[in-house]
């Protein structure tokens, strides 16, 4: 609601305050400041123009204009009679709408409340008016740019006036362009593009359609303003780091290069309260917001910041991280903040969510504690978004050096604050906008940069895309140790994107000579006749393992839209092909007319001082005209999408040969993937369509089904891959049965071919999910670095001992938190409180957990329990109800003797014990645990209290079900 500044004036006030302090006085100008009948009267441009002083929140106090006003009792002569629901004064239009009903004022709301319709002052009552109601209708006009001549808009008080003018310029990879130099009324009211970026908040966690913000947005949206469009591209779990750039950490398809590239006229931003857990400081959040509101001002876009919300379930430390970064968001942007904290917050617990806005996890605000946060939204968006009176027009004026300007064109409609432009050329453009106000002055904008288009389109833009990872099967190729090594990328992935996976020649060889991988598939599974081959060898004349160029010391974390399988492993060349001119990258069956962009993305760990750079060049060009990327990254360090070799626009071939080496004078360069982008048509190839499918089942029935003119008579189905060896029945037929599954990904593939005719090979994934029997699960694995991803289950990696660790789960919202390391309760042995190897496996996925789950550990040395020594915490739990927790302890004998145990507690209780030498098949299973009033579960990982058990306490993998 707007709030009208009154003022209390003691004349007394001023000599006493002066009196009493060294602070120069008051000064009173005459004509500027006059105390007339103890009241304080301003006198300035203003003297004849009705209005009011207007507080529009952190001390800035502005004079708004008063408007239109009609005031009526239904069934007046000229005005709606009782029963009418409609009102409509031409005066009304275009402008910010405040009615009072009955001496209350009414708020915007379908059911009990007004709709407005703003493009043509049309008012919209309900109730319908009843007899006697008494209405009063005011207009508010923007703020009048001849006031104080400095300009019209919303109210930012830091930049010393209303008028705020923000020029920003995108190109939309037409010829054309827009540019941006404000925003008005028409910005919320007409045909409004909203891009909503966030977390759980705003995603909707634990509440359905119509209490969800995205539901009161859209619905708003739809009730206030005409032929809107609403994006929400919130994740539960997202921090301020998740909404960057890519290149920043950011995750391509819910941050703001995707916001941005959706062309919206204003983005809201509500991340409430999980950068404290994900390890974020204020400082470094508000580093991140700033850097978003940056981008969104290089092309114009105002971005709105939600403030952080109360967490229950929080420390005090946690709670007041949150407070401090609701106070740094309201300071820097206080007129674009939306208040989220204050409203909701337990006066008796700081930083608390007050019960009767909580839900039950003590994370989430129910649907009163929403509707709080839409009302302040959309009070802030219409306070915002005022029209601009006062102003001629505006003059665009453009230039190529900053220097030298010229008119680029005009604009007499001073409410006309975007347009689209023709672009006459690639060159950087920059531009500035000149508004003319009423009284004959000017006001200058900064300058805008309009870029060269890119020749690059967006991930989303390609008509179609070839992901290709190189590198290790992770079943018979092998490490420097000649063990077992290679990780390939799932397919598809968690972003729904199918891959490559690319071994070289197949086996246990690697990329030996002439490795090749052919019939390549887009991201959408779609068969292609492409095909990639090196011609030569990497290695060159180096090595005599049995796997050839295959490097294992890549990234575990991912990068952009890239898995951190894809980043693992990676293909290396050495030097000695130098001499031989390279190898040769050969791909085929590109088709002419099409436009292909070519991205090779290499990186191997290593903090040694030798350089690993790659050189790539098409072939006939020279070595001089080469590109080049540096492939090693410090062990510290995180992967860099953009750090790769681009060919971009290649077109004109149907078959290219790219030319690489190792450049410098390093010995190793590294290629971990090979990514191909198509603008242009996908040939309708005959194939054999098989569908990717899920189960919680050990049997299901895959189907083969022929397209485009394929004709296949005999079949043959094989198993490519999975966590055990499944069974096949009637393998010659179209639908197979397949039975053996186990929890994991499996790869089946099926060649089908008719006498004389060609053959035609496709091939499927089939997830199998562990069955929870509909019960609310969390199933966590537990190791030192990432491993292969299984269906249902969240790898949980680090080094316990060392670092702190906290992850939620997107399901079910839970968070499980190491409490590392400070207090110091776990203890590691030789450096090492982690593994990814040292659980026993079955070789087959028959053990109680996945081989994978078995693998994988973390462990505490000799540290023994005592009281409050927990060193686990499961939050988020709904505490009416109970939990049944599972325990899975697992050492193989290997390196290890027996004794070798699983020793845990819950919320301090008695000791669980569990034999883990070599276990593959015990459980511990511990059932009725209630959390406590915050929704906590308290664990401990401990050595044994006895030593007949051993001196180490394991912990593989932990379920946690709701009963």
Do not use: C
Not at 318 to 347: C, G, H, N, T
Not at 395 to 419: E, R
Not at 453 to 463: H, K, L, M, R
Not at 466 to 490: C, E, I, K, M, Y
Request: hydrophobic share 35%; charged share 15%.
């Amino acid at each position: 609601m707007r709030r009208l500044l009154n003022f209390l004036f003691v004349p007394l006030l001023i000599s006493n305050a002066y009196a009493q302090t060294h602070t120069p006085p008051l000064k009173i100008e005459p004509d500027t400041v006059k105390i007339v009948n103890a009241e304080l009267v301003l006198r300035n441009r203003t003297r004849e123009v009705p209005g009011y002083l207007y507080n529009s929140g952190n001390g800035a106090t502005v004079f708004q204009k008063l408007g239109k006003i009609v005031e009526f009792t239904a069934g007046a002569a000229g005005y709606p009679a009782a029963g009418d629901s409609v009102f409509q004064h031409t005066e009304l239009a275009r402008h910010a709408i405040k009615v009072i009903r009955n001496g209350l004022l009414q708020y915007h709301d379908n059911s009990n409340g007004i709709a407005v319709d703003a493009p043509t002052g049309k008012i919209l009552f309900r109730p319908a008016l009843q007899v006697d109601d008494h209405i009063f209708i005011e207009a508010i006009y923007g703020l009048d740019l001849s006031i104080n001549g400095t300009g019209g808009g919303p109210v930012i008080p830091d930049a010393g006036g209303p008028l705020k003018l923000n020029p920003g310029a995108s190109d939309n990879g037409n010829n054309t362009f827009t540019l941006r130099w404000a925003t008005n009324a028409k910005t919320l009211y007409l045909s409004p593009k909203v891009v909503g970026l966030g977390s759980s908040t705003l995603a909707g966690t634990g509440l359905s359609a119509p209490n969800r913000l995205g539901d009161k947005i859209s619905n708003w949206l739809t009730t206030n303003t005409a032929s809107h469009t609403w994006i929400n591209l919130a994740v539960p779990g997202y921090s301020s780091r998740d909404i960057l750039p890519v290149a920043n950490g950011g995750v391509m398809g819910q941050n703001i290069e995707t916001a941005l590239q959706f062309k919206p006229d204003f983005i809201y931003v509500s991340l409430p309260s999980n950068d404290p857990s994900a390890g974020i400081s204020v400082a470094q959040s508000m580093v991140n917001l700033r850097k978003v509101d940056t981008l969104g001002m290089k092309e114009g876009v105002t971005v709105f910041f939600q403030t952080t919300q109360p967490r229950t379930n929080y420390t005090l430390a946690q709670r007041q991280m949150l407070k401090l970064l609701a106070d740094s968001i309201r300071k820097a942007w206080p007129d674009r903040y939306v208040e989220a904290f204050s409203d909701v917050e337990d006066p008796y617990n700081e930083g608390a969510i007050a019960p009767a806005f909580s839900q039950s996890d003590n994370i989430h605000l129910n649907a009163a504690g929403n509707q709080l946060i839409a009302d302040n939204l959309f009070d802030k968006w219409m306070r915002y978004f005022q029209p601009i009176t006062s102003v001629k027009g505006y003059y665009i004026d453009s230039s190529l050096n900053q220097a030298d300007w010229t008119q680029y064109a005009q604009q007499s409609d001073a409410n006309v604050v975007k347009a689209i432009y023709n672009r006459y050329n690639n060159d950087p453009l920059y531009f500035r906008v000149r508004a003319e106000l009423r009284d004959g002055s000017f006001t200058t904008s900064p300058i805008a940069r309009l870029d060269p288009p890119s020749d690059i389109p967006g991930v989303n833009d390609f008509t179609y895309r070839l992901l290709t990872d190189l590198g290790g099967d992770g079943q018979t190729t092998l490490n420097g140790s000649n063990a077992v090594d290679g990780r390939p990328t799932p397919s598809p992935d968690l972003w729904g994107k199918y891959w490559n996976n690319w071994f070289g020649v197949g086996g246990v060889a690697g990329f030996a000579e002439n490795a090749k991988i052919a019939d390549m598939r887009t991201t959408t599974n779609e068969a292609t006749h492409m095909s990639l081959q090196f011609l030569g060898t990497p290695t060159g004349s180096f090595g005599t393992s049995a796997t050839k160029a295959i490097n294992y010391n890549g990234f575990t974390v991912p990068s952009g839209d890239y898995p951190s399988q894809a980043l693992y492993d990676n293909v290396f060349l050495h030097s000695s092909l130098t001499a031989g001119d390279g190898i040769v990258l050969r791909i085929k069956g590109l088709v002419p007319t099409n436009r292909y962009y070519i991205k090779i993305w290499g990186a191997r760990l290593d903090d040694g001082t030798a350089s690993r750079t790659l050189q790539a060049k098409i072939e006939g060009e020279t070595w001089e005209v080469a590109k080049s990327v540096e492939t090693k990254y410090a062990n510290s360090a995180t992967p860099d999408y953009e750090r790769a070799i681009r060919f971009n626009n290649i077109t004109g071939y149907d078959s290219l040969d790219i030319r690489m080496k190792v450049g410098g004078t390093g010995t190793f360069a590294h290629i971990s993937l090979i990514d191909i982008g198509v603008m242009g048509n996908l040939p309708a190839i005959p194939q054999i369509k098989l569908r990717d499918t899920s189960t919680t089942l050990s049997t299901m029935q895959l189907t083969a089904l022929p397209i485009n003119g394929a004709t296949v008579t005999d079949y043959a189905w094989t198993q490519v891959s999975g966590p055990s060896t499944a069974t096949i029945a009637n393998p010659t037929a179209a639908s197979p049965s397949i039975t053996g599954l186990t929890n994991g990904y499996y790869v089946f593939q099926v060649t089908g071919s008719s006498s004389g005719g060609p053959t035609y090979t496709s091939r499927a994934t089939v997830q199998v999910f562990p069955d929870n029997g509909g019960l609310k699960t969390w199933r966590m694995h537990f190791s030192k670095t990432a491993l292969a991803p299984i269906p249902g289950w969240t790898n949980i990696f680090g080094s316990p001992h060392a670092e702190p660790i906290t992850v939620t789960d997107p399901a079910t919202n839970w968070t499980i938190d190491n409490l590392s390391p400070t207090p110091a309760y776990w203890a590691p042995y030789a450096s090492n409180s982690a593994s990814n190897i040292d659980g026993t496996t079955t070789g087959n996925n028959s053990g109680i957990i996945p081989d994978i789950a078995l693998q994988g550990l973390w462990f505490n040395y000799s540290l023994k329990y005592s009281a409050g020594m927990d060193n686990f915490v499961i939050s988020g739990l709904n505490p009416s109800k109970t939990y049944r927790l599972k325990f899975y302890a697992s050492r193989n004998s290997t390196s290890a003797a027996a004794p070798r145990s699983g020793a845990w507690r819950v919320n301090g209780g008695a000791e669980y014990l569990q034999n883990a030498y070599n276990n593959t098949s015990l459980e511990t299973v511990v059932a009725a645990i209630s959390p406590d009033s915050n929704g906590n579960i308290r664990l401990s990982v401990h050595a044994p209290t006895s030593n007949t058990n051993g001196a180490f306490g394991y912990l593989n993998a932990l379920v946690i079900q709701e009963e």
